[in-house]
């Protein structure tokens, strides 16, 4: 190899690796290598190298680890080349991609996630339309009208009535307790039957409001980061806002209150936004104020609360089933029904530009979510399967997270603790830590 001092030359391994690499080279071309990491803990001062033509991941881990004197064995890197996971020989992939061996060939490596712990299968009573995960449950809105919550810890399921048309999403809002001192969790669901019920679920499960003002189906909800507002979008086209407070009831809460209603409280929303020309089919928040919306018209929007409007549309080609937000990322994941999942940067010039384009499922894609880093997201499909990504690898998925036997509706991933829940039309969910 060239362009390698003394002190590489002492790390134990180093000339066995070395050996390995002109054994190979004594039969293929050599071609020049630069290997490059953005986590400084495994970053190498010298850092070009000339490699065999038939080296895969496998040599250039062993070349990595060597000249970091690691010996772990649980430490194993990913290797990715021209946006591509090397699955290949270095030839092969130089050849697939037309790359000039007279050029130095740029390799990136990152530490491998570990492949995901063995999967919990619980079953569920009825087709799964959303998953979200608390501190201790994963909620399940399922398709006969029922909430099933499901403890993290034991698996165990419990089922609640809730409404009366199957559930398209639920969402966790807050923990609180009430007034004896019972830690309680706050959860909204939406339906079919045009509506949002605002529940309260511990030991018993009470809905303390009815969410009303759809005319349509209820496709979506989110919860804003400060948990005080919640999102709703609709096949009426239309975004509304709703208020998460126990405390101060709107003016047609207490209107009904005054005629002694029993059951759920009337709740209307505080605010509602059009825009849409089609179906609403997600929506999350960018922050307290901001949110996103995307919809089968084929566009992203993003919605100003206090400007009470519109504030930047992004297009493209496909009729949009998810979105997610990464604060981190600053990028926007979609999931369309063309099966393709793209980011988008909305500080972007133009509002069809897209970042990138994952590819990897073979039908529509149903959910996607971002997780505890800058650079990974999971996604649900019509092909029974929940993928794990790495977005600087847009070519090539990390893993399989979970494989169902029918179509994945969607999926959660809690950053807390790494879990993954994901639910379809198998009547199962399947639980996984990253």
Known sequence: SSGINAEWSLRPGYFECCTRIRMLAAFDQQIQIRLTTTDLEYSIEQNVFSVSSSASSVELQDLVKSLLNISDESVEF???????????????????????????????????????????????????????????????????????????????????????????????VKQFEDSSGVQKDLVVTASLDQNLCYSVVGEDFTTLYTLKGHSQTVTSCSVAPSTEQIASGSWDTYLKI???????????????????????????????????????????????????????????????????????????????????????????????????????????ASGTIVHSTLVGHSCWVAGVKWGSSDVELVSASYDNRTLLWDIRSPKTYLSVVGTHSDKVLCVDWSAADNTVASGGADNTIHINKL
């Open 78 to 172: 990913n290797f990715r080349v021209c946006e591509e996971l090397l699955q290949q020989t270095i030839g092969k992939h130089c050849e697939s991609s037309n790359f000039s061996g007279e050029a130095i060939l740029d390799v990136h490596y990152f530490p491998k996630r570990k492949e995901p712990d063995e999967e919990s299968i619980v079953p569920v009573p009825d087709w799964v339309g959303g998953v979200s995960i608390s501190p201790k449950y994963i909620y399940a809105g399922l398709y006969n009208g029922q909430l099933a919550r499901v403890s993290i810890q034991s698996r165990e399921v419990e089922v609640f009535e809730v409404h009366s048309k199957p559930i398209k999403s639920v969402s966790f």
């Open 242 to 348: 709703w208020s998460t407070s126990l405390d101060e009831p709107c003016d047609e809460e207490i209107k009904n209150k005054r005629k002694k209603h029993s059951g759920p409280v009337l709740r209307t929303p505080i605010l509602t936004l059009g825009g849409h020309s089609q179906v609403i089919t997600d929506c999350c928040w960018k922050d307290n104020t901001q949110l996103f919306t995307v919809s089968y018209d084929m566009s992203v929007k993003l919605w100003d609360t206090q400007l009470m409007s519109c504030v930047n549309t992004l297009s493209i080609n496909s009729a949009l089933q998810c979105v997610d937000w990464s604060e981190r990322a600053h990028l926007i994941a979609t999931g369309s029904s063309d099966k393709f999942i793209r980011l988008f940067d909305p500080r972007g």
